[in-house]
């Protein structure tokens, strides 16, 4: 599920690379294809624009409504693209900059859950998860793999030999859901 949320524009999290737009005529300036991932329309003028500032995404939004607009998405800034955009008068009625925050998430019910504890620890480590694993794996801070297992119980009795330092310790389910903590022995 993909959340979108109108949001402050001068929180610097925020994606802040989008426009919405209107076409003083919408047959010029409606999107034809893309040429090596930047959008291209039927006007010249616009597919410079949208090449010098990397326009990926170009779709018209509430079609046939009177909020009918064109969303655009760039790897740019976008006040320099609304700029350029507005000077191209005789195409771009009007501009504004969209500010939104994008949430990718899965459905809570979805999400595996896993506790480790203690964390920090000094000689065993616990780990309560609710779904079934596949695998259990540890790598040490250069990115080394130092254990591999099938069960939390091995797992368990290993963490014990473990030296003090820092770890990660991947876990994968059954369903291919992938979730990795880090992991303190002291």
Do not use: W
């Not at 079609?63 to 009918?68: A, I």
């Not at 607009?69 to 191209?88: G, S, V």
């Not at 939104?100 to 480590?125: C, F, G, M, R, T």
């Amino acid at each position: 599920m993909i959340l979108i949320a109108s949001s402050d524009p001068e929180d610097d999290s925020l994606f802040n690379h989008g426009l919405s737009l209107s076409l003083v005529d919408n047959s010029n300036g409606m999107a034809t294809g893309e040429d090596n991932g930047t959008v291209t329309t039927n006007n010249a003028d616009l597919n410079q624009i949208f090449s010098d500032y990397n326009v990926s995404y170009y779709e018209l939004v509430n079609e046939g409504t009177s909020y009918e607009r064109f969303e655009l998405f760039c790897n740019c800034d976008a006040e320099l693209l609304k700029q350029e955009l507005d000077a191209l008068s005789s195409v771009v009625s009007s501009t504004e900059l969209m500010f939104l925050v994008v949430l990718l998430s899965l459905d809570e019910q979805s999400k595996a859950k896993v506790k480790i504890y203690p964390n920090p620890y000094k000689h065993k480590v616990t780990i309560d998860f609710d779904k079934p694993i596949i695998a259990l794996e540890i790598y040490d801070i250069t990115g080394k793999s130092v254990y591999e297992s099938q069960s939390i119980s091995n797992f368990e009795n290993f963490s014990q030999t473990l030296e003090s330092g820092v770890y990660l310790l991947k876990i994968k389910t059954e369903s291919e859901e992938s979730i990795t903590k880090k992991l303190v022995k002291s």
